[in-house]
């Protein structure tokens, strides 16, 4: 039998009308109000000739109008498309595309990108927000009820060769994922969750769907401000805040000597496990930290470590959130402790699969399980310690950049032959990718990052490009990213000593 719900945020307004939901600025929404606005949303994309099913592409900052929107398309039991603003025009239109979107509602401050998105769908609309307001309501019901199987968002995640690919999150997906949560980290009255991770990651928008589940308000910020959030920790305005380890790197910065205040009690970061100093100077300040693993795949986390264990587990993501389920696999068989293979996930908060992909699908889910393309391991406690996050995963200050799609706009360059990328320690973003090249002939740096420019996002462009004579490559004539990796470190520390003797 279908597990049905009645509509989340119809049903919060009931419950806690007068609850604050949501804090911008000076600026407060309560639960009832978010309900309101997102109706009149609602009603203002209905106009479009929105029904239930249908895909409408967001791409928005974080702002309360976001906030109504997402709410606003899930009344209507439309999937909303989240959109990563920082892609390029050409990527926003293979989205666009795959995603048969049959609208795009795009802030004001991106219209230059939205011109330049290529209208594949002849049949899909373009909206600004403001537009929007000024559109002519349509009468139009609202969903009473979800199926927990009904898709309510989709976004894109790159795969490692080809294009991305669409991840379809369910209503069930959400609410699991935030029952996880709530079990894993507790629930309190007084909890406010600080949201400055964009709502177009599944790190945002599962914290828009847990302020509706549990009651809970958020402090929503347009962009990371570290001054600003110090201070509201330190005053004790938040309980939980998401972050990356670029993030709270920032944070402890900033904060020199002073400290939060005892209501604050969860810093969840995700993105990769932090730095051993990073942790050292958290556990002096008395700063919890929860190290996380999770992927657009699974809603969120899935394996969380308690800050108990930040030291004593160092390097570990934690044990699984009570609903879900974790293995450690190599053909076909579940290995024992202490032996790396592949990341294996099953629970309710993960995806029934890739849009339009059957053959990735029949690949990747096997008897209800998610084969991640991650290396990792379980020690005899069964801590997750992960070795390498889907093989080739370069981290970016939080975003996840692919080598594969890299390569694959630089052998367009007409002189690149070959192309090789890896990932390098950065200060500021954890990591940045370079490039090696088999060129036909010595390809200025400035000119393959002009070419890079319009067909990638600024944080996937290469900081730095190496030409060689090959790449090097095994019998199966696969890259050798380790040897890739190796040259580059050989190249840093010739080019330091010689810098030294100068």
Known sequence: MDTVLPNFLKQRAFLTPERPAVLFCNQVYTFQDVFK????FAEK???????????VALLVKNKPETVFLIYALQQLGAAAVMLNTRLTAAEISWQLADSESKLLIYDEEFADLADGV???NERMQKASIQELKGRKPRRTSIQEEWNMDDVCSIMYTSGTTGNPKGVLQSYGNHFWSAAGSALNLGLREDDLWICAVPLFHISGYSILMRSIIYGMTIRLYERFD?????????NGEGTIISVVAVMLQRLLNNLEGRSYSSRFRCMLLGGGPAPKPILEQCAQKGIPVFQTYGMTETSSQIVTLPPEYSLSKLGSA????FPSQIRIMEDGKVLPPLKAGEIVVKGPNVTKGYLKREETNRERFRDGWLFTGDIGYLDEEGFLYVLDRRSDLIISGGENVYPAEIESVLTGHPDVVEAGVIGVHDERWGQVPVAFLVAKREIPEEE???YCQTRLAKYKIPKR????????RNASNKLL???LKQLYQEMEYNHNNSSAHE
């Open 481 to 483: 990213r380790r040897e």
């Open 37 to 40: 606005k997102a109706l009149e």
């Open 448 to 450: 393959l990052s002009d």
């Open 226 to 234: 570290e001054e600003d959030i110090n201070n509201k920790l330190i």
């Open 465 to 472: 490009f190496f030409t060689i004579p090959a790449l090097p």
């Open 318 to 321: 934690g044990k699984p959130l």
């Open 118 to 120: 290529q209208n594949q």
């Open 45 to 55: 994309v209905a106009s479009y000739s929105i029904a239930p099913g249908d895909a």
